[in-house]
């Protein structure tokens, strides 16, 4: 789910420049450090070369490479695609090569990867858990490498991440603060002077929703730190959509618009968070313009973006439940035996009452649903919850996995429509729940017939009913 006036802070990323050599003569660590500026022009082309930088650090038993590039990749999912699902799995993967390695850093890393993957699907608990993680991690590590200083910054900026999302504001600014005493513990004056221009902006968008005069202060002082090369950078992005938000607090329109377009100009990857937050402004701002015709521009995107992001949620979810599941499964199931004879009387009793007091009523549906499960899954519908299609899948296992064996080009959005239909929704209802038109339900049911290879006299619903 969205939040208007919240910003992503950004964390502090190292990459070492490396001298042009010709591309046969380039060591690995070189590979790495190009394919990290190829992802600033072309990211699709850059995630693809890690897959084959991956199998020559591991051919060549190159193991800081090969963690390094475990590493990029979850950004590169994060920043690049929304890619939840494969970011989870390849922070588990870094996770288990850093634990063989023997490689701090990278177990840290692991944990801080995993936490954004648990608050993009607003499991903020479980996201401070794996935080809690990584610090244990760090503790463990020289205090005074200067690579460990930066991580436990870029944790206090994580931290400041999750508790702006609970929307504990003064929790957020006193871990950004903590951030900057990390910084000051280095030694290299480049590195140091450099982390400014970061925390700055990190504090800028953190004091927006506490104080507009000092977010002013410090966006404005980011900037002052800026370097000619750093004007694409996304904290300038960061620093552009805070003095927006200044200016259309205070109602000062044209000089809000002025900074959004700036910010919209960066190329850099920037967090989705972020562009859903400079969309929604834009959209007030022509609105209060009277630019009718760019402000559905830009209420197009938006739904463009939110749809992605909606999609991508669904499937990290299942992952989630996934691996969370392997771990409690034994636990679960020992539980389960201790209860079963205990608890089988009762259910059989409280079955038989059920029937006869339920029978004499017409329930609204035909699946195998209690009442108080299927109040749940329309109330999760009602609050347009992400988590809606996870819940169902607990009701009906599998649901998915044998839908996405007739045909596993069925994206997330067509599933969940499919979840809906089970429910025995109507299009109507569909259409209220979702936001979109009557029409759009019919024509994504009728997309959904072809790729399911219906005929033409088979009802859809009854289909799905006996699915």
Known sequence: MFRKYLYMLFFCFVVVAYPQQDAHLKSLEDKI???????????????????????????????????????NRCEYYYFLRVDFEQMINS?????????TYKNLLYEAKS????????????????????????????????????LIILEKANFHTAFANIYNLKKEY?????????????HDKLTESDWKNGTKFMDYANLGGAYLMVNLDSAEYYAQKSISFSTEHEANHNLMFLNYIVLGDVFLK???????????????????????INIEKLYNNLIEVYGNLNQSELKEQYEQKLKDLRLTVS??????????????????????????NQWIWITGGILILGGLIYFFTSRKKESKFSVSLTQEAYNKLIGLLKENDPSFLLAFEEEFPEFSQKLLKINSDLSNAEIELLAMIKLNLSNKE??????????????????????????????????????
């Open 430 to 467: 569909i259409a209220q729940y979702k936001f979109i038109q009557h029409k759009t339900v019919q024509n994504r049911r009728h997309k959904i017939r072809k790729k399911i290879n219906l005929t033409s006299d088979t009802d859809l619903n009854k289909w799905v009913e006996n699915f």
């Open 91 to 99: 922070a588990l993967e870094l996770q288990k090569k850093a634990i």
């Open 311 to 336: 999609e991508n949620q669904n499937k990290s979810l299942r992952t989630i439940i996934r691996e969370t599941g392997k771990n409690s499964k034994v636990q679960e199931d020992t539980k389960n």
């Open 33 to 71: 450090a190009d394919n990290r500026k190829l992802f600033q022009e072309r990211p699709e082309q850059a995630l693809y070369d890690i897959g084959k930088l991956l199998n020559e650090a591991e051919k060549s038993g190159q193991k800081n490479s090969e963690l390094n590039l475990l590493a």
């Open 170 to 182: 003064f929790s957020g600014i006193q871990s950004l603060l903590n951030s900057v005493k990390e």
């Open 250 to 272: 205070r109602k000062k329109y044209e000089e809000a618009l002025a900074y959004y377009k700036k910010a919209e100009s960066i190329q850099e990857n920037k967090h989705f």
């Open 111 to 146: 944990h801080k990867y995993l936490s954004q993957a648990y608050s993009f699907n607003e499991l903020f608990e479980k996201s401070l858990e794996e935080l809690e993680l990584g610090m244990k991690v760090l503790s463990r590590a020289d205090a005074k490498d200067s």
